[in-house]
C-alpha cells in the first residue's frame, strides 16, 4: 500500500510524528463535542494527551503520556458496555487511537505507527458513506463534487484525509527529529492544516447529529 511505503521512507522519528498528525485531525472532532458523562472521561485530559503527544519525544514526556493513559484507562468506559450515536462512534475511535499512539511510545516502528495512520484514513471513509447514505443533500455537496471531479478520485473526505496526510509527510523530513510539532513554526503550521480538515468534519458531524442520522 502507498501508505505504508511512504511511512517505511520516514526515519523512526518522522513515522511518531505522522502518527501524531493523523492524530490531530480528530482533535477537533473529539472535543467540539460533549462527551457521554457516564463515559467519565475529562475532555482536558484528552486535550492533554493530544499536546503531550506533539511535544518533543523522550523519557519525561513519554513518561507523562503513559500515565495520562494509564489515568485515563480507569474511567469507567473501560469496563463498561456503550451504544454510541454517530459522534460518540467517531469520538471513541479517537480515543482508540490515542491508546495505539501510547503502544508507538513502547514499541516505536511502522506497524504501530501505520495503525493510527490508518485509522484516520478509516473514520474519513466512514464520515464519506454516512454523507453518501443520508437522506438530505450535505450543504457543501457542490464544492466535494467538483473538489473531486478535479482529482478524478470518489468520496470527499477520504480524498481531503490523504491530501492533508500527504502534504504533512512531504515537510516531515524538514523537521528536527527531536523537536516536537509544537516547538517549531513549519511544525506549528502542518498542525493547523490537520486543525483546518478536523473543523471540516465537525461541521458534517454536527450536521449528520442535526439531521438525525
Known sequence: MVQIERLVDLKPAYQR??????LWRWRAPVLAFEL???WGVDQAALESLFRLAASPAGE????AYRRAIAELCTAPLFTSEVDPDTVQLFQLETIS?????????????????????????????????????????HPSQEAHRQYLADLASEGYFGSRNFAVESACHG???????????????????????????????????????????
Not at 60 to 63: A, E, T, W
Not at 104 to 133: F, I, K, M, Q, T
Not at 172 to 179: G, K, N, Y
Open 17 to 22: 510524528q505522522a502518527a501524531v498528525l493523523a
Open 60 to 63: 519525561q514526556s513519554d513518561r
Open 36 to 38: 457521554d458523562a457516564e
Open 97 to 137: 487511537s490515542l491508546l495505539a499512539f501510547g503502544e508507538l511510545l513502547d514499541r516505536p516502528g511502522v506497524d504501530e505507527a501505520e495503525r493510527v495512520v490508518e485509522s484516520s484514513a478509516g473514520l474519513a471513509n466512514y464520515l464519506d458513506d454516512l454523507v453518501e447514505g443520508s437522506f438530505y443533500s
Open 171 to 213: 515537510v516531515l523530513r524538514a523537521l528536527p527529529d527531536s523537536a516536537g510539532l509544537l516547538d517549531s513554526s513549519t511544525g506549528r503550521e502542518l498542525l493547523a492544516l490537520c486543525e483546518d480538515f478536523g473543523e471540516e468534519l465537525v461541521t458534517t458531524m454536527l450536521w449528520l447529529r442535526t439531521t438525525g442520522h
